[in-house]
């Protein structure tokens, strides 16, 4: 089976950045997009930033400019850099990938807290 297993959360004070990295293991053969959401208390998960295998990348509204996705296909890893980090952005963050093993599923992490401080 397959696994995505994120870190690089924590507790850092607003205008700080943080990386988080998600890694991909199992019976992978091609992993097509990489993504990351985020679910806050009370409120719906939403897109942060998505990737292709082809190198295109999304982002949504509220992170633009601050955050950046990036992947390691070599490492079946997705990253992503999270700079002037403000307190909404406080979240679960979840990783998901689009991965074909025998059958092409979609796949999610356990989640990595980020806690942004004022």
């Known amino acids: 089976q397959v696994q995505l297993v994120e870190s690089g959360g924590g507790l850092v004070q607003a205008g700080g950045s943080l990386r988080l990295s998600c890694a991909a293991s199992?019976?992978?053969?091609?992993?097509?997009?990489m993504n990351w959401y985020r679910q806050a208390p009370g409120k719906q998960r939403e897109l942060v930033a998505a990737?292709?295998?082809?190198?295109?990348?999304t982002y949504g509204d509220s992170v633009k400019g601050r955050f950046t996705i990036s992947r390691d296909n070599a490492k079946n890893t997705v990253y992503l850099q999270m700079n002037s980090l403000k307190p909404e952005d406080t979240a679960l963050y979840y990783c998901?990938?689009?991965?074909?093993?025998?059958?092409?599923?979609?796949?999610w992490g356990q989640g990595t807290q980020v806690t942004v401080s004022s």
């Open positions: 990737s292709t295998s082809c190198g295109t990348t």
């Open positions: 199992g019976s992978i053969r091609s992993i097509y997009a």
């Open positions: 998901n990938a689009d991965i074909l093993t025998w059958i092409r599923s979609s796949y």
